[in-house]
C-alpha cells in the first residue's frame, strides 16, 4: 500500500500526540464505548480509534480487532495526514491503488471496505482517525457518514478532556505540595505542641472526630482517648521529644462516642523563631477495616448470585434447577433449610419444585394451600416476610421440626413475573439474617422467577415455530429462503411445486438455477432490484420445472437478519393465469375500441356541424349542450386511441423505429406541446442539463416526455416550476421530471404505471386524463430496451424518471447487427421483417459455418441460433463462439421447439432460450436481453 503523503509540522504535531498521554494506555471503556457505536452505526465488523505515533499506527481502542497497532506505512489511517478530506470512504480496497496492496487487504483480517474521519487537537493537528471496516465492500448512506463524523469529533473531545484532566492532576500535586500542613486530600494533619494541645487541623480530622474545626484547637490530644489509652499517649509524647519521630496506630473517641482507628507517622519540626511543634500526619482507616470484615460476605454473596444465575441457565429440567438454586441458599446464605415452591393456579396451591438442608425435608411435589403456614401466606400477599422463629415458631405439616433443629428465623420472599405471584423462595435459618442476605434472598427471587419465564417462553417458542412452520407448509405461494450466494436452505411445498420438484431437492442447489439469470443478492438483476431498504421490486421471471419448461413467475426477494446473517426470503407466485387474462383484456379492449371509434366519430363530426351552425344558430343553452357533448366524444375517443395504442404496444405491432437522435431535441419538442396547458395554469417548465444521444423514435420519446409534463403540469400548485433535463448515466441516458406538486404516496408507486391507475380516484374527475397515459409511457420505454419510474427520496414533489440505452459516439451509425441461423426459409423470412422492425439490421445464414464467418467479419451485437439443425447444432456452434475471446461479448438467443431448453444448455446460462412458437414481442424482448447480456 502506498503511504500518505506526511502533512508538514510533523515534529508540532507529535508533541501534540505526546501531551495527549494516551498511547500505550490499557483500554478504557470511554474510547472502546465510541468505537463499538462507530460499528453499530455503521454496520461493520471493525472499528478501530487509532492515534499515529511516528512509525506506527497505534489503536487505543478496537473492535472485531486482534493487532495493537500497525507500521504507519502499511495503516489505512496514513490518508489522515494527507489532503484536505476530513473523511475518507473506500467502498473497495482491492480496486483503489492506494489500499490493493496493504497486507490488511491481502490478508487477515481481509479488509475489502474502509471508512474513517480525523480526530484532531483544539490546535488543529491530526491525532489519529477513527475508522471502520469489514470484510465485504460497500457503501455508506450521507447520514451514516455525518454519524461517523461526528463520532470522530466526540473522540477529538474525549482525548481534550483526557489531557485537560491529567494537566489538573499535575496541579493538584504541586497545589498539595505548598498546602500539605493545611490540607491534604482525604488525610489527617494537624499540628499539637510537646503537651498535646492541638494547634492547627485540617477539614479531614475535624470530620473524623465529628466536631468543628475551631473547637478542636487547644484541646488536648488526651480528651480523645479512652482512659486505659493515655499511658501510652504519655509514652508517645517522650518519644517525639527524645527522637523527632513517631508512627503507629491508635483507637479515638470522637464526639459522638464513635470509635474511630488511626493510622500515624509523626515527625516533630523545630523553627528557628519558634516553639517545637509536632506534624501529625494520620489516615482514618476505620472504613477500611469495617470493609475487610465485610469483604468475606460480599466474596460468598458473590459466589451465591453466580451459582443461582449458573443453576439457571442450566438446560435441566425445572424441578433439577429449583433444587439447585435451594442449595445455594444452604451453602452461602448460612440456611438451614430452603426451599422453592411454584404455584398451581387450577388448585390455588404451592407445590414444592426444589429443597436443600439439614432437616427433615418434605417429599418433592408437596402440597400446601395459599394462606398456610410462613410459605402460603408470601404467596398471598406477594410480599416477602422476615419473622424471628420462638419457642413455638412455625408449625408445619411435619410438627415442630424448625424449633428442634435450633432455627431462629424464616424469610420468604414471592417469585413475582410482571407483579403476578407464580412462586415463593423460602429459607430457615440458626442464626440472625444480615441486611446483605435478606438482599441476596430478593435478587435470587427475582432471578428464579425470570428463569422461570424464560423456560416457559422457551416452550412457547418451539410450540410457535412449530405453527409456524406448519402455516408455512400450507401456503398457496412459494417461498424460498436463500443466502447471500444464492443457495436455496429452505423451501415450502407450494414453491416445490411450482417447479416441478420437491423441497430435499430445492435445498443446497443455487437460486440460479430455478430462475435462470436472476442472479444473486450481491450481483445481477435480483442485486439491482433491490432497494436501499431491503426489499425487492416484484419482478416477473421465468421458472424452470423439473422436466425442463419454464413457466412465468411473480419474484419478490426481501432480506431478514438470523443468527447466521442475513437471509432472503422469495416469494413466488404463478404468472400464466394473469397472462392469460392480460391477454383476454386487451383482445376485448382492441375490439370494442374499434367497434366504437366508427359510430363516435360520426357522432363528433355532426356536434362539430352543428357548432359550425349547419343548421341555423343554435341558442345559448343550445350551444353549451352541443359544446359538453363535443368535449365528452373528444375526451372519449382520446382514451379510446389510448387503449389503441397500448394494445399496439403490449402486443409488439406498435411501430418503434430507431435512430441516433439528441435527447435536447425531445425535451424542445415536447416543451413546446405542453406549454399551451402550462401557462393557463401559470406553470413554469424549465429544461435543466440536457447532454445525451440515443437511438430512438423521435416522436414515441416525445410522447414519454409530453405524458410526464402533462402529469406534473396537473398536479403542480400555481406559480410552481416543473424541471426537466436529461444526464448520461453509463450506458444509459436518464430524463428526469420533477415538479412541486403534492408528490405519490409510497404505496402507490408501483401501481401508477398500471392502466387506468391514477393516485386518488377524483383525480379523472378533477384533472381529467384516461389513466393510460403513464402505462402507455412504460410500453414505449421498455419498447426501447428502457426502464422507467418514480424516485423514492424525494421530500416533497415528485421526480419520475425514465432510463434507455445511449448511441455509442464517435463510431458510424448503423443498426445492430444480428446473425441469425435457421434452416427454414420461412422463419428466416419472418425473422429478417421482425428484426428490421424492431431496430436491427439481420445476417441470414443457413449452416453455423455461415453464420461463424459471418461473426467474426461482420461487428455483430448479438446473434439468434436454431438449437437443432442438419449437422452442426446451435449449441455446438455456441460452444466454439464462447471459445473465441474475440466473439465473448456477442449475445445469444437460442430457438428450440422443445418446451424446454436441453440439458447440453446449462453450460450456457448467459444465453437466453426462446422456445416456438414466440411472436415479434417475446422475440425482441430476448434479443434485448441477449444484447445487455453481451456487452463486454
Request: contains cysteine; proline residues 5%; hydrophobic residues 40%.
Amino acid at each position: 500500500m502506498r503511504p500518505g503523503h506526511l502533512a508538514g509540522e510533523e515534529a508540532a504535531r507529535l508533541r501534540a500526540l505526546r501531551e495527549t498521554a494516551l498511547l500505550d494506555t490499557p483500554p478504557e471503556p470511554e474510547f472502546d464505548d465510541l468505537a463499538r457505536l462507530a460499528a453499530q452505526l455503521t454496520g461493520t465488523s471493525m472499528a478501530l480509534i487509532t492515534l499515529i505515533d511516528s512509525e506506527r499506527s497505534w489503536f487505543k481502542a478496537r473492535i472485531g480487532f486482534s493487532a495493537t497497532e500497525a507500521p504507519r506505512d502499511e495503516s489505512f489511517c496514513g490518508w489522515a495526514l494527507s489532503g484536505e478530506a476530513a473523511f475518507l470512504e473506500i467502498q473497495d480496497t482491492r480496486a483503489d491503488g492506494r489500499f490493493a496492496e496493504s497486507p490488511m487487504v491481502l490478508g487477515p483480517p481481509h479488509v475489502r471496505f474502509y471508512a474513517g474521519a480525523r480526530i484532531t487537537s483544539p490546535a488543529g493537528f491530526v491525532l489519529g482517525a477513527l475508522c471502520v471496516l469489514d470484510g465485504a465492500p460497500r457503501s455508506l448512506t450521507p447520514e451514516v457518514r455525518d454519524g461517523l463524523i461526528v463520532l470522530a469529533r466526540q473522540v477529538s473531545r474525549e482525548i481534550e478532556l483526557r489531557r485537560r484532566l491529567v494537566e489538573l492532576e499535575k496541579r493538584k500535586e504541586q497545589l498539595a505540595a505548598y498546602e500539605s500542613i493545611v490540607e491534604t486530600g482525604q488525610g489527617l494533619i494537624f499540628t499539637h505542641d510537646l503537651e498535646g494541645r492541638v494547634l492547627t487541623l485540617n477539614a479531614a480530622t475535624a470530620d473524623s472526630l465529628g466536631i468543628p474545626r475551631q473547637h478542636a484547637v487547644g484541646r488536648s490530644i488526651f480528651e480523645f482517648l479512652d482512659a486505659d489509652r493515655r499511658p501510652a499517649a504519655q509514652a508517645y509524647l517522650e518519644q517525639v521529644r527524645t527522637t523527632s519521630f513517631a508512627q503507629g496506630q491508635v483507637r479515638v473517641r470522637a464526639q459522638r462516642g464513635e470509635e474511630r482507628t488511626w493510622v500515624y507517622r509523626n515527625t516533630l519540626y523545630e523553627p528557628n523563631d519558634g516553639p517545637p511543634v509536632v506534624i501529625v500526619h494520620a489516615h482514618d482507616i476505620t472504613e477500611r477495616k469495617r470493609a475487610e470484615s465485610s469483604l468475606a460476605e460480599r466474596v460468598r454473596l458473590a459466589q451465591f448470585t453466580a451459582d443461582v444465575a449458573t443453576s439457571l441457565s442450566s438446560k435441566e429440567p425445572i424441578e433439577a434447577i429449583a433444587t439447585m438454586c435451594a442449595e445455594a441458599v444452604v451453602a452461602y446464605l448460612w440456611g438451614s433449610f430452603a426451599t422453592v415452591w411454584l404455584l398451581d393456579g387450577e388448585t390455588h396451591e404451592l407445590v414444592l419444585v426444589g429443597s436443600a438442608g439439614q432437616s427433615r425435608v418434605p417429599e418433592p411435589r408437596s402440597r400446601i394451600r395459599v394462606g398456610q403456614f410462613f410459605t402460603g401466606r408470601v404467596a398471598e400477599s406477594g410480599r416477602s416476610l422476615v419473622v424471628p422463629l420462638g419457642e413455638e415458631g412455625e408449625r408445619p405439616v411435619d410438627g415442630s421440626w424448625a424449633s428442634a433443629a435450633g432455627m431462629t428465623a424464616f424469610a420468604g420472599f414471592p417469585l413475582l413475573l410482571s407483579g403476578r405471584v407464580v412462586g415463593v423462595l423460602g429459607m430457615y435459618s440458626g442464626r440472625p439474617l444480615s441486611v446483605a442476605t435478606l438482599d441476596a434472598l430478593a435478587q435470587a427471587a427475582q432471578h428464579i422467577a425470570l428463569g422461570l419465564d424464560r423456560r416457559r417462553s422457551l416452550e412457547s417458542l418451539a410450540e410457535n415455530e412449530a405453527r409456524t412452520r406448519a402455516l408455512i407448509d400450507r401456503m398457496r405461494v412459494g417461498l424460498v429462503v436463500f443466502d447471500v450466494e444464492g443457495i436455496v436452505e429452505s423451501a415450502n411445498p407450494a414453491a416445490a411445486l411450482l417447479f416441478g420438484s420437491t423441497v430435499d431437492a430445492l435445498r443446497g442447489r443455487p437460486l440460479e438455477h430455478y430462475l435462470p439469470g436472476v442472479g444473486t443478492p450481491q450481483r445481477g438483476l435480483l442485486a439491482e432490484q433491490l432497494h436501499g431498504d431491503g426489499h425487492s421490486r416484484a419482478l416477473e421471471w421465468k421458472g424452470r420445472r423439473g422436466n425442463g419448461t419454464f413457466g412465468p413467475l411473480d419474484v419478490s426477494a426481501h432480506p431478514f437478519p438470523t443468527v447466521h446473517g442475513l437471509r432472503y426470503a422469495a416469494i413466488l407466485q404463478d404468472a400464466s393465469r394473469r397472462h392469460e387474462l392480460d391477454r383476454l383484456k386487451r383482445e376485448f379492449v382492441a375490439a370494442v375500441s374499434h367497434e366504437l371509434r366508427t359510430p363516435l366519430t360520426s357522432v363528433r363530426g355532426a356536434l362539430r356541424l352543428l357548432l359550425a351552425g349547419a343548421v341555423g344558430p343554435l341558442s345559448a343553452d343550445g350551444m353549451d349542450l352541443v359544446t359538453r357533448a363535443e368535449r365528452n366524444t373528444r375526451r372519449l375517443l382520446d382514451l379510446i386511441n389510448d387503449l389503441l395504442d397500448l394494445e399496439r404496444l403490449q402486443s409488439g405491432t406498435f411501430d418503434v423505429s430507431r435512430r441516433e437522435l439528441p435527447l435536447t431535441a425531445v425535451l424542445e419538442r415536447s416543451l413546446d406541446v405542453v406549454r399551451g396547458i402550462a401557462e393557463p395554469q401559470e406553470v413554469t417548465i424549465r429544461i435543466g442539463e440536457a447532454s445525451g444521444r440515443v437511438l430512438g423514435d423521435e416522436d414515441r420519446l416525445v410522447q414519454v416526455v409530453v405524458n410526464l409534463l402533462s402529469n406534473a403540469v396537473k398536479f403542480s400548485p400555481r406559480g410552481s416550476e416543473v424541471i426537466v433535463s436529461a444526464t448520461e448515466e453509463g450506458a444509459e441516458v436518464e430524463v428526469r421530471v420533477v415538479d412541486q406538486g403534492r408528490g405519490v404516496p409510497t404505496e402507490a408507486r408501483d401501481l401508477i404505471f398500471e392502466r387506468f391507475r391514477q393516485v386518488e380516484s377524483s383525480d379523472a374527475r378533477r384533472q381529467g386524463g384516461t389513466g393510460l397515459g403513464l402505462a402507455i409511457s412504460k410500453a414505449i420505454v421498455d419498447a426501447h430496451g428502457g426502464r422507467i419510474g418514480i424516485a423514492d427520496d424525494t421530500s416533497s414533489g415528485s421526480t419520475f424518471w425514465f432510463r434507455i440505452p445511449r448511441a455509442i459516439t464517435g463510431t458510424k451509425l448503423r443498426r445492430p447487427r444480428v446473425v441469425v441461423l435457421d434452416d427454414e426459409p420461412e422463419l428466416r423470412h419472418f425473422l429478417e421483417k421482425a428484426l428490421r422492425k424492431g431496430g436491427y439490421e439481420p445476417v441470414l445464414c443457413e449452416t453455423s459455418g455461415e453464420a461463424l464467418e459471418a461473426m467474426k467479419r461482420d461487428d455483430v451485437s448479438a446473434a439468434v441460433l436454431d438449437v437443432v439443425l442438419p449437422g452442426e447444432s446451435g449449441l455446438a456452434l455456441l460452444s466454439r463462439v464462447r471459445m473465441d475471446p474475440q466473439l465473448a461479448r456477442v449475445g445469444v438467443v437460442l430457438m428450440s421447439g422443445l418446451a424446454g431448453p436441453p440439458d447440453e444448455a446449462d453450460a450456457f446460462p448467459d444465453a437466453t432460450f426462446l422456445p416456438k412458437p414466440f411472436d415479434v414481442h417475446q422475440l425482441l424482448g430476448a434479443l434485448q436481453e441477449a444484447v445487455q447480456r453481451g456487452r463486454p
